[in-house]
């Protein structure tokens, strides 16, 4: 039976001494790997020969080195989520990266905490993909989804004081994604060793069924293993404030009283007064450290778990309440790979991602299409960004030959379980996501199988609403399937919302994938017109925000949903971020190989997009753009539109000193009238957010905007000029004070500019990098959803006058010197400091 204690907190009582007793140990694996790409059954025993493989540090992305190729995975098939009736072949669907194939991971080390009497698990935070994992020669254990944590007993398979061999084969097949995957052991991995009496991996389960300002009931569920059916152990478990000061110390508790043996679970409550809430805006974290002592009060385990303290709610008709506060999701959709970086995870490349989504206002990410690393769901928690998590692309019923289906039958509720039990203490998640746009949503079984999954998450965390993305509205509010679950998402189609809203017994609607609009930073097409599915000799999209693919919409056409259907809870923008595969509409266009939905390009360099994201989802900061650039030779006297984002709500133009009119967001055009393809044509819902200038002409020089506050006075200028000719590289670094670990790092803007520091947007000359010191170059990228270059090589392009080099530092505290240098204008460089 489970045993509740509810235990009153008392005030501050000093810092904890010393619970950080050696009694688990955790023994990172990111050193010391052999790898290699071909296929060797006999890698697996100890005395295995692997001198000549490849040394690497782990997370490790195999095939982000490359080489590009259109034979990489080409795939001949027929898209029906895009509409495609017929199979057709699909160069870059996954990126053109060799991630098919074979890999082997070798790594011979000791384990110095292993000893007799000890309990010892290794835990793979993801690695992709279809992992069979060998100790010594024996093998330990098998685990095919590459996007899920997991973990072994290895007790029995180490060696106490002696050298032991893990050999890990992966295998990733071809048709088995419909992006880019990765390939490798991509995410953290490590061994873990505890006493036989013990909290299992994931042991801890905190929640807070009561809150608000005055008081929160916060439960700890706490999983024991010991031996003897639990006689003579005790648990503690010790609350922390955020700043680390003791909030509660509780006295031992007889694990003989509390548990069962069978049941293993022991269950408290906490009163605590006057709490800080978890929040977007103020993330507060505590802490649990639940200590368990043997019968002669020896300190057996200690396990720590960080916890917020929150509540949501999603009322019908009202939407959706976070600390009883009335949230709308400004979601984006991300995929999980890092750009140049790849799919292998990277604290610091996250940390960055999220500050600049944070930044555009945005306050939730969906974890499309699978699940996330523990690194950005760490992140979240303590940055404040909401997060949906997703954990399968497809169900029993195939979107890729070689996909999911073909291990959902036997692993889907494993997967659903570790995902849920790995981040269910994590306050950033407020919902679960079960599927994408599953083949399942069209048939009269799909409703068993959504309710199947629901009822897992249920099961194992019944404080959190329970989503998928569907994308044939009609059909699912007909056949039943869309009300199977807590919150019905729709994946486009927002013209949609009212007329199925009726249909829906929850009463709430959630764009779970909004938008996909396409465009290339800084490339723009003429004339400026709205269109579906647009491609051109250069393979880029325009940057003026009008187009969009044969199934979606342009921004506006979600603002407007959600500005004005109080039962629409938010939107999740497909995507924050461009990602390598899906090059839509460019399908059959080698090379292209990497999306153009990204507000933000694969660089990481915004694109004129996330300003009008930004200037209506982030009231609070002042945002005034203006697109496109200025340098158009050989466009004089041509019509040239201007749009300007803004928060403002009206601006005037001027061009070369002469003005071009003010404008004025018109928040009168309502939401039905501006369906129309008439409506469309002439951009009337646009009107109600941007201001646009749809006449004027380019002559050279400067344009200047001039934006106007509520009450018609001037509250902001910006002007752009005309670039001359190129002078001298400008570099920007996001962070210049580093940490000296081997793996922080910083993101260094490189531009182009004249002499009198005027962008040159047009610029796409080589940069050639170096870098000195107590650091090393890591990887570049420019945006270019066409371009072949490596990632690897320090050098590269410019595209449309930008990229970004990143530099990784050393274990060694110091300096860093970057130096970035191309033909015809002057080097710069840049100083960046390390320091432990």
Same mark, same amino acid.
């Given at each position: 039976?489970?045993?509740?204690?509810?235990?009153?907190?008392?005030?501050?009582?000093?810092?904890?001494?010393?619970?950080?007793?050696?009694?688990?140990?955790?023994?990172?694996?990111?050193?010391?790997?052999?790898?290699?790409?071909?296929?060797?059954?006999?890698?697996?025993?100890?005395?295995?020969?692997?001198?000549?493989?490849?040394?690497?540090?782990?997370?490790?992305?195999?095939?982000?080195?490359?080489?590009?190729?259109?034979?990489?995975?080409?795939?001949?098939?027929?898209?029906?989520?895009?509409?495609?009736?017929?199979?057709?072949?699909?160069?870059?669907?996954?990126?053109?990266?060799?991630?098919?194939? %074979?890999?082997?991971?070798?790594?011979?080390?000791?384990?110095?905490?292993?000893?007799?009497?000890?309990?010892?698990?290794?835990?793979?935070?993801?690695?992709?993909?279809?992992?069979?994992?060998?100790?010594?020669?024996?093998?330990?254990?098998?685990?095919?989804?590459?996007?899920?944590?997991?973990?072994?007993?290895?007790?029995?398979?180490?060696?106490?004081?002696?050298?032991?061999?893990?050999?890990?084969?992966?295998?990733?097949?071809?048709?088995?994604?419909?992006?880019?995957? =990765?390939?490798?052991?991509?995410?953290?991995?490590?061994?873990?060793?505890?006493?036989?009496?013990?909290?299992?991996?994931?042991?801890?389960?905190?929640?807070?069924?009561?809150?608000?300002?005055?008081?929160?009931?916060?439960?700890?569920?706490?999983?024991?293993?010991?031996?003897?059916?639990?006689?003579?152990?005790?648990?503690?478990?010790?609350?922390?404030?955020?700043?680390?000061?003791?909030?509660?110390?509780?006295?031992?508790?007889?694990?003989?009283?509390?548990?069962?043996?069978?049941?293993?679970?022991?269950?408290?409550?906490?009163?605590?007064?006057?709490?800080?809430?978890?929040?977007?805006?103020?993330?507060?974290?505590?802490?649990?450290?639940?200590?368990?002592?043997?019968?002669?009060?020896?300190?057996?385990?200690?396990?720590?778990?960080?916890?917020?303290?929150?509540?949501?709610?999603?009322?019908?008709?009202?939407?959706?309440?976070?600390?009883?506060?009335?949230?709308?999701?400004?979601?984006?959709?991300?995929?999980?790979?890092?750009?140049?970086?790849?799919?292998?995870?990277?604290?610091?490349?996250?940390?960055?991602?999220?500050?600049?989504?944070?930044?555009?206002?945005?306050?939730?990410?969906?974890?499309?299409?699978?699940?996330?690393?523990?690194?950005?769901?760490?992140?979240?928690?303590?940055?404040?960004?909401?997060?949906?998590?997703?954990?399968?692309?497809?169900?029993?019923?195939?979107?890729?030959?070689?996909?999911?289906?073909?291990?959902?039958?036997?692993?889907?509720?494993?997967?659903?379980?570790?995902?849920?039990?790995?981040?269910?203490?994590?306050?950033?998640?407020?919902?679960?996501?079960?599927?994408?746009?599953?083949?399942?949503?069209?048939?009269?079984?799909?409703?068993? %199988?959504?309710?199947?999954?629901?009822?897992?998450?249920?099961?194992?965390?019944?404080?959190?609403?329970?989503?998928?993305?569907?994308?044939?509205?009609?059909?699912?509010?007909?056949?039943?399937?869309?009300?199977?679950?807590?919150?019905?998402?729709?994946?486009?189609?927002?013209?949609?919302?009212?007329?199925?809203?009726?249909?829906?017994?929850?009463?709430?609607?959630?764009?779970?994938?909004?938008?996909?609009?396409?465009?290339?930073?800084?490339?723009?097409?003429?004339? %400026?017109?709205?269109?579906?599915?647009?491609?051109?000799?250069?393979?880029?999209?325009?940057?003026?925000?009008?187009?969009?693919?044969?199934?979606?919409?342009?921004?506006?056409?979600?603002?407007?949903?959600?500005?004005?259907?109080?039962?629409?809870?938010?939107?999740?923008?497909?995507?924050?971020?461009?990602?390598? =595969?899906?090059?839509?509409?460019?399908?059959?266009?080698?090379?292209?190989?990497?999306?153009?939905?990204?507000?933000?390009?694969?660089?990481?360099?915004?694109?004129?997009?996330?300003?009008?994201?930004?200037?209506?989802?982030?009231?609070?900061?002042?945002?005034?753009?203006?697109?496109?650039?200025?340098?158009?030779?050989?466009?004089?006297?041509?019509?040239?539109?201007?749009?300007?984002?803004?928060?403002?709500?009206?601006?005037?133009?001027?061009?070369?000193?002469?003005?071009?009119?003010?404008?004025?967001?018109?928040?009168?055009?309502?939401?039905?009238?501006?369906?129309?393809?008439?409506?469309?044509?002439?951009?009337?819902?646009?009107?109600?957010?941007?201001?646009?200038?749809?006449?004027?002409?380019?002559?050279?020089?400067?344009?200047?905007? %001039?934006?106007?506050?509520?009450?018609?006075?001037?509250?902001?200028?910006?002007?752009?000029?005309?670039?001359?000719?190129?002078?001298?590289?400008?570099?920007?670094?996001?962070?210049?004070?580093?940490?000296?670990?081997?793996?922080?790092?910083?993101?260094?803007?490189?531009?182009?500019?004249?002499?009198?520091?005027?962008?040159?947007?047009?610029?796409?000359?080589?940069?050639?990098?170096?870098?000195?010191?107590?650091?090393?170059?890591?990887?570049?990228?420019?945006?270019?959803?066409?371009?072949?270059?490596?990632?690897?090589?320090?050098?590269?392009?410019?595209?449309?006058?930008?990229?970004?080099?990143?530099?990784?530092?050393?274990?060694?505290? =110091?300096?860093?010197?970057?130096?970035?240098?191309?033909?015809?204008?002057?080097?710069?460089?840049?100083?960046?400091?390390?320091?432990?």
């Amino acid at each position: 039976m489970k045993r509740s204690c509810l235990l009153s907190l008392i005030g501050i009582l000093g810092f904890l001494s010393s619970l950080s007793a050696q009694v688990r140990t955790e023994m990172w694996l990111e050193k010391g790997w052999k790898f290699t790409r071909e296929d060797h059954p006999e890698a697996v025993q100890a005395a295995f020969d692997d001198s000549k493989w490849q040394s690497v540090t782990v997370p490790h992305d195999w095939a982000i080195y490359g080489p590009f190729s259109i034979q990489n995975d080409k795939q001949n098939v027929a898209i029906s989520q895009d509409g495609q009736k017929e199979a057709m072949e699909h160069a870059g669907r996954t990126g053109g990266l060799p991630f098919v194939g %074979v890999g082997w991971y070798r790594n011979t080390l000791e384990v110095p905490s292993f000893q007799a009497g000890k309990k010892a698990f290794i835990l793979f935070d993801g690695a992709m993909s279809h992992a069979e994992v060998y100790i010594n020669g024996k093998k330990v254990g098998f685990w095919p989804y590459g996007y899920n944590s997991f973990w072994f007993d290895i007790t029995s398979y180490l060696q106490a004081g002696g050298k032991n061999t893990i050999a890990v084969r992966l295998e990733n097949l071809p048709e088995s994604s419909r992006w880019y995957p =990765g390939a490798g052991l991509y995410r953290n991995v490590r061994i873990i060793v505890t006493d036989k009496a013990h909290i299992p991996v994931w042991g801890t389960y905190i929640t807070t069924p009561q809150v608000n300002e005055q008081f929160a009931r916060v439960r700890v569920e706490t999983k024991v293993d010991v031996p003897n059916a639990g006689s003579d152990y005790e648990l503690r478990t010790t609350l922390l404030r955020p700043d680390g000061t003791e909030l509660v110390k509780e006295s031992a508790l007889s694990l003989q009283e509390a548990i069962s043996y069978h049941d293993s679970v022991v269950v408290q409550e906490f009163i605590v007064k006057n709490p800080q809430l978890w929040s977007v805006e103020t993330p507060t974290l505590y802490t649990a450290v639940s200590q368990l002592y043997g019968k002669n009060g020896e300190l057996k385990d200690e396990y720590t778990t960080k916890f917020g303290i929150r509540s949501i709610e999603i009322i019908p008709d009202k939407g959706f309440f976070l600390n009883g506060k009335k949230t709308v999701f400004k979601g984006v959709c991300n995929h999980h790979d890092l750009g140049p970086l790849g799919a292998a995870v990277n604290d610091a490349a996250i940390r960055r991602q999220i500050r600049i989504l944070k930044d555009m206002g945005c306050n939730a990410i969906r974890t499309s299409h699978n699940m996330p690393a523990p690194e950005l769901v760490r992140a979240c928690d303590e940055m404040g960004m909401m997060l949906m998590v997703e954990s399968f692309d497809e169900w029993n019923k195939a979107k890729c030959a070689n996909g999911y289906n073909l291990l959902f039958d036997e692993w889907a509720e494993k997967d659903l379980v570790n995902l849920i039990h790995n981040f269910r203490n994590s306050p950033s998640v407020v919902m679960w996501c079960i599927g994408n746009e599953v083949p399942n949503q069209w048939d009269e079984g799909g409703c068993k %199988v959504a309710k199947f999954l629901q009822d897992i998450c249920h099961r194992e965390d019944p404080t959190r609403p329970v989503t998928q993305g569907m994308d044939a509205p009609d059909a699912v509010v007909n056949n039943n399937f869309a009300a199977v679950m807590d919150v019905a998402g729709f994946n486009y189609r927002p013209f949609r919302y009212q007329t199925n809203y009726a249909k829906l017994p929850q009463r709430i609607v959630l764009g779970s994938e909004t938008a996909s609009t396409v465009s290339s930073r800084g490339v723009y097409k003429f004339p %400026v017109e709205r269109k579906a599915m647009a491609v051109y000799d250069d393979h880029q999209a325009s940057s003026y925000d009008v187009e969009h693919c044969g199934w979606s919409n342009l921004p506006e056409d979600d603002f407007i949903q959600h500005e004005d259907l109080p039962y629409c809870i938010g939107e999740f923008v497909w995507t924050g971020f461009d990602y390598l =595969g899906e090059p839509t509409p460019y399908y059959t266009n080698w090379p292209s190989h990497s999306s153009l939905f990204g507000i933000i390009d694969l660089a990481g360099i915004p694109k004129d997009r996330y300003y009008l994201y930004r200037s209506h989802w982030n009231p609070t900061e002042e945002t005034l753009h203006i697109l496109p650039h200025w340098n158009w030779e050989g466009r004089e006297g041509e019509v040239t539109p201007v749009f300007v984002y803004s928060n403002y709500p009206s601006a005037e133009l001027f061009i070369n000193g002469k003005s071009q009119g003010k404008r004025t967001k018109d928040l009168s055009i309502p939401l039905d009238s501006s369906y129309t393809e008439a409506a469309q044509k002439s951009f009337e819902r646009q009107k109600r957010y941007r201001l646009m200038w749809m006449d004027t002409k380019y002559e050279p020089g400067s344009v200047k905007v %001039v934006a106007y506050d509520k009450d018609g006075k001037v509250a902001a200028e910006k002007e752009i000029r005309t670039a001359g000719k190129p002078y001298q590289i400008v570099l920007e670094a996001d962070r210049s004070q580093l940490k000296a670990d081997g793996r922080d790092l910083s993101f260094i803007n490189v531009k182009i500019v004249d002499e009198e520091g005027n962008f040159c947007p047009n610029e796409t000359r080589e940069i050639q990098f170096k870098v000195k010191g107590a650091g090393s170059f890591r990887a570049v990228a420019n945006g270019n959803p066409a371009s072949l270059e490596s990632f690897q090589a320090p050098k590269m392009k410019l595209f449309s006058g930008q990229l970004t080099a990143i530099v990784q530092t050393s274990e060694e505290a =110091g300096t860093i010197i970057f130096e970035a240098s191309a033909k015809g204008v002057k080097s710069a460089t840049l100083r960046l400091e390390s320091s432990k």
